[in-house]
């Protein structure tokens, strides 16, 4: 009993450093996105997290013989999950508030709760399931599908929460044989082979019309970095390397049902960023959704806390 309640411990630990990394991550890529290129940001990103990978978290968890991997075909496939999920989320982040795009993602805890229990037979009791019903409410409202407000690139970030979950189901099958450094490493070397690929395709920018931010995101031409960005850039390596490995280490350690709700603390972070760097405050209805996602994470994590003390 003491064992599980310290893996528990442990997991959770993990994936709230890890929502630190990806809040951070996401702001600099939304700082960035008004400059650069999508795929030159993931692509830059990714080389510094590829970086920290191979020279820091190998060498300090097991060495470089976790490169090798007997099921390669499912590193390939949640990658492409990964690359799905951050592709809909930043192209969400170019033209919405943070804490709104962060609070709309977070039907993702409901989806994964779906998949958890028909690919990989865990149990979620009816009360969580009405705490996960209550934050999907939470997110209606802050869509408001039907109403003038409603605009489609609201849609971006469930897009990213349906693939963010097929990635953390596949994570946890991965993980009865794989490290947290392996995951992380495939996942780097995934998106380093998007950007390069994307980038040789349309880099040169001569589909950007100038438009939609959201498409000037994803069209925008490579130029070399200013010297002022660079910092960003490196946030978004470090968080990204940071965040993966700690994500990669929590569905390992937990059941995904118990890590999902803990990534309801990106959501005060996706405020607090919003409102430092970018002045994007809530409006009303914003808050009323972001308050109801909050209430259920928080009753789902003590809910699921009683259980384990029992």
């Not at 990806?22 to 080389?47: P, W």
């Not at 592709?87 to 709309?104: E, G, K, N, Q, R």
């Not at 009323?288 to 789902?300: E, Q």
């Amino acid at each position: 009993m003491i064992a599980v309640r310290s893996t528990a411990t442990i997991g959770a630990l993990c994936a709230l450093g890890a929502t630190m990394g990806f809040t951070m991550n996401d702001m600099a890529v939304k700082y960035l996105s008004s400059d650069y290129a999508m795929h030159q940001v993931i692509g830059i990103r990714s080389v510094i997290a590829m970086g920290i990978t191979l020279l820091l978290i190998m060498p300090l968890t097991g060495g470089f013989s976790q490169m090798r991997t007997r099921r390669p075909f499912t590193h390939v496939l949640r990658g492409l999950f990964v690359v799905g999920a951050n592709m809909a989320f930043f192209l969400a982040l170019a033209a919405m508030p943070m804490a709104d795009a962060t609070a709309i993602f977070f039907v993702s805890p409901m989806i994964i709760a779906i998949f958890s229990v028909i690919f990989l037979k865990e149990t979620v009791g009816p009360r969580r399931w009405m705490a996960i019903s209550l934050g999907l409410l939470g997110v209606l409202i802050m869509i408001r599908p039907g109403s003038d407000t409603f605009s489609p690139i609201a849609l971006l970030p469930l897009l990213a929460a349906a693939s963010y979950a097929a990635l953390h189901t596949l994570t946890r099958k991965l993980g009865v044989t794989e490290s947290a450094a392996t995951l992380a490493f495939y996942i780097q070397l995934t998106f380093v082979t998007f950007s390069a690929v994307v980038g040789l395709a349309i880099g040169d920018g001569r589909f950007d019309t100038g438009g939609h931010a959201s498409m000037a995101f994803l069209t925008r031409a490579w130029v070399w970095p200013a010297a002022a960005d660079w910092p960003f850039f490196v946030i978004t390596g470090v968080g990204s390397a940071i965040g993966g490995l700690l994500i990669s280490q929590a569905y390992r350690l937990c059941e995904a049902a118990l890590v999902a709700p803990l990534e309801y603390a990106a959501m005060p972070m996706a405020i607090l960023w919003g409102v430092l760097v970018f002045g994007d405050w809530p409006d009303s209805w914003s808050w009323a959704g972001i308050l109801l996602i909050i209430c259920s994470g928080i009753y789902m994590i003590w809910r699921e806390t009683r259980n384990r003390v029992k």
